[in-house]
């Protein structure tokens, strides 16, 4: 027969390690948890990687830092953080949406806590619109119930069926709960083409009259992108309800890549596999490349985003 001491003794020991294995710091150090201080953003670290990895965007990357950091240090948000980027592909939109939410969720787009969608690939069938309308409100609400500090981050936006993000409306809206659950400390990013044209002509008009891009202020763009995001029916927010109700804090313009920014792409990405900066090479990619007007040649048409596969046939040098 075991001695009351030894049975005391071992139920001890077993109440201690339970209690230990169990406990946040170690569990969560082996699965991923959503931490109740998930939004409270290092400020410093988020602005030394947005300032040495997303080149040409000096908007983008004050207006989204001041916005995430401000919703971070807010301890009672009366609504989710919704943000919608605009701009012509290759100018940093996803890649900005990437390092956010990796300084969110440590997991970045692998995170249990990170959703992304794709228009084309979530929402393919235009009969379907109620069924993707329902599935998106159960799949929000759902992970949002798991994690309040869920990020949402929705591509292709001008390419989605219009109305269907209306159906997110009462997530994004100054509502304490909805059914019992709270959004407020969620994030919404939307990530669209539409627009574009109406920024690069800002930008151009800003360069014609001899002005620096780094003068162009989001209050230059913000209301004319808003109009034209709304009215446009290939926009993904055509007479949306999350525009027409103020929901979507901030319209963040992406600006065309000039030569000088499609350069710090390509330094970039050598160095990133590791090989020492050729200027031979980096010239020879960028003359590789197309730009805008077509007498100036001032922009990129495609940003940095064939960077990479054009650097690849240079790889022998």
């Given at each position: 027969?075991?001695?009351?001491?030894?049975?005391?003794?071992?139920?001890?020991?077993?109440?201690?390690?339970?209690?230990?294995?169990?406990?946040?710091?170690?569990?969560?150090?082996?699965?991923?948890?959503?931490?109740?201080?998930?939004?409270?953003?290092?400020?410093?670290?988020?602005?030394?990687?947005?300032?040495?990895?997303?080149?040409?965007?000096?908007?983008?990357?004050?207006?989204?830092?001041?916005?995430?950091?401000?919703?971070?240090?807010?301890?009672?948000?009366?609504?989710?953080?919704?943000?919608?980027?605009?701009?012509?592909?290759?100018?940093?939109?996803?890649?900005?949406?990437?390092?956010?939410?990796?300084?969110?969720?440590?997991?970045?787009?692998?995170?249990?806590?990170?959703?992304?969608?794709?228009?084309?690939?979530?929402?393919?069938?235009?009969?379907?619109?109620?069924?993707?309308?329902?599935?998106?409100?159960?799949?929000?609400?759902?992970?949002?119930?798991?994690?309040?500090?869920?990020?949402?981050?929705?591509?292709?936006?001008?390419?989605?069926?219009?109305?269907?993000?209306?159906?997110?409306?009462?997530?994004?809206?100054?509502?304490?709960?909805?059914?019992?659950?709270s959004y407020t400390k969620a994030i919404f990013?939307?990530?669209?083409?539409?627009?574009?044209?109406?920024?690069?002509?800002?930008?151009?008009?800003?360069?014609?009259?001899?002005?620096?891009?780094?003068?162009?202020?989001?209050?230059?763009?913000?209301?004319?992108?808003?109009?034209?995001?709304?009215?446009?029916?290939?926009?993904?927010?055509?007479?949306?309800?999350?525009?027409?109700?103020?929901?979507?804090?901030?319209?963040?313009?992406?600006?065309?890549?000039?030569?000088?920014?499609?350069?710090?792409?390509?330094?970039?990405?050598?160095?990133?596999?590791?090989?020492?900066?050729n200027e031979e090479v980096v010239q020879a990619?960028?003359?590789?490349?197309?730009?805008?007007?077509?007498?100036?040649?001032?922009?990129?048409?495609?940003?940095?985003?064939?960077?990479?596969?054009?650097?690849?046939?240079?790889?022998?040098?």
């Amino acid at each position: 027969a075991l001695e009351p001491l030894s049975v005391g003794l071992a139920i001890g020991v077993a109440w201690a390690l339970t209690g230990y294995l169990s406990h946040p710091s170690f569990y969560c150090s082996y699965v991923e948890c959503c931490s109740s201080a998930g939004q409270r953003l290092n400020a410093t670290a988020l602005k030394v990687q947005l300032d040495t990895k997303l080149f040409g965007q000096h908007l983008a990357k004050d207006v989204v830092l001041k916005a995430v950091i401000g919703f971070g240090n807010n301890p009672n948000p009366k609504k989710p953080l919704t943000l919608s980027l605009h701009g012509w592909a290759g100018t940093g939109k996803n890649f900005l949406s990437q390092i956010l939410a990796e300084h969110v969720h440590p997991a970045g787009l692998r995170s249990k806590f990170v959703h992304l969608f794709l228009a084309t690939l979530h929402f393919p069938h235009d009969d379907k619109l109620k069924l993707y309308k329902e599935q998106l409100q159960n799949w929000i609400r759902g992970n949002v119930s798991a994690c309040p500090h869920s990020v949402f981050i929705f591509d292709e936006m001008d390419k989605m069926h219009p109305g269907l993000i209306d159906a997110i409306k009462p997530f994004l809206d100054y509502y304490e709960q909805v059914d019992g659950v709270s959004y407020t400390k969620a994030i919404f990013i939307f990530l669209s083409n539409a627009g574009g044209d109406l920024i690069n002509r800002a930008a151009l008009d800003f360069w014609t009259s001899g002005k620096h891009r780094e003068e162009i202020q989001l209050k230059d763009l913000e209301p004319t992108l808003s109009v034209g995001v709304f009215n446009n029916k290939n926009s993904g927010l055509w007479h949306s309800s999350l525009i027409e109700k103020n929901l979507i804090d901030y319209f963040v313009p992406f600006l065309p890549l000039e030569q000088k920014h499609v350069k710090m792409c390509i330094r970039a990405e050598m160095i990133a596999r590791g090989y020492a900066v050729n200027e031979e090479v980096v010239q020879a990619v960028v003359d590789e490349m197309t730009f805008f007007p077509k007498e100036q040649k001032i922009y990129s048409d495609k940003g940095c985003k064939t960077v990479q596969a054009k650097l690849d046939i240079h790889e022998d040098t």
